[in-house]
Antibody, heavy 114, light 111 residues
Framework: EVQLVDSGGGLVQPGGSLGLSCAVS????????MSWVRQAPGKGLECVAS????????YYVDSVKGRFTISRDNARNLLYLQMNNLRAEDTAVYYC???????WGQGSLVTVSS | VVLTQSPLSLPVTLGQPVYISCRSS???????????LNWFHHRPGQSPRRLIY???NRDSGVPDKFSGSGSRTDFTLRIDRVEADDVGIYYC?????????FGQGTRVEIK
């Protein structure tokens, strides 16, 4: 059974940091592009970061460049998103997913508010 | 790449067909020759579910009433015989070019 289990969401103040994790099982994690996709309240889906299978290349949407870092541990089947200098507009449900969208985590709510 | 969906809201009668359009600001034919355009169904409180990948390929377990078509910049999702379980928001997504982008979403509801 394929499982992607997101964790690490919560409430953080503007300017603060938060790290998300995604534990993967049931498919060949190490051969898949992976992404973090978010949905802000009342908004649509937005892919904010992606990483190639071996982790050597990463891609970010302009709004998070320099603040978010995507990484992976293929030995432990884990995907990460480190979020720094958070802003109110980063408030969203964050999903880990395979980049082509075949498999998704359940989502973690990140709320940036004072 | 900007994906523009239409319509954005679609009230439908049970049993009727549904057509959702997705237009891209540039060709979605990738450097490999594949066209990476997918369709998703998203219900509130749930994770998105992929229905169609690479334009017209149906995912495992997806009923054959869902079909995708199109090429280059113009794509369509068709839902035959809409049922109550089909309500929600439908998104197209491209991963031919970075950044991967989604359309704005089309809300399907029953009249």
């Amino acid at each position: 059974e394929v499982q992607l289990v997101d964790s690490g969401g919560g409430l953080v103040q503007p300017g603060g940091s938060l790290g998300l994790s995604c534990a993967v099982s049931g498919f060949a994690f190490r051969t898949n592009w992976m992404s973090w996709v978010r949905q802000a309240p009342g908004k649509g889906l937005e892919c904010v970061a992606s990483i190639v299978p071996d982790g050597r290349d990463t891609y970010y949407v302009d709004s998070v460049k320099g603040r978010f870092t995507i990484s992976r541990d293929n030995a432990r089947n884990l995907l990460y998103l480190q979020m720094n200098n958070l802003r109110a507009e980063d408030t969203a449900v964050y999903y880990c997913a395979t980049s082509e969208g075949g498999f998704w985590g359940q989502g973690s709510l990140v709320t940036v508010s004072s | 790449v900007v994906l523009t969906q239409s319509p954005l809201s679609l009230p439908v009668t049970l049993g009727q067909p549904v057509y959702i359009s997705c237009r891209s600001s540039q060709s979605l034919v990738s450097s490999t020759g594949n066209t990476f355009l997918n369709w998703f169904h998203h219900r509130p409180g749930q994770s998105p579910r992929r229905l169609i990948y690479n334009v017209f390929n149906r995912d495992s377990g997806v009923p054959d009433k869902f079909s995708g078509s199109g090429s280059r910049t113009d794509f369509t999702l068709r839902i035959d015989r809409v049922e109550a379980d089909d309500v929600g928001i439908y998104y197209c997504m491209q991963h031919s070019h970075w950044p991967h982008t989604f359309g704005q979403g089309t809300r399907v509801e029953i009249k």
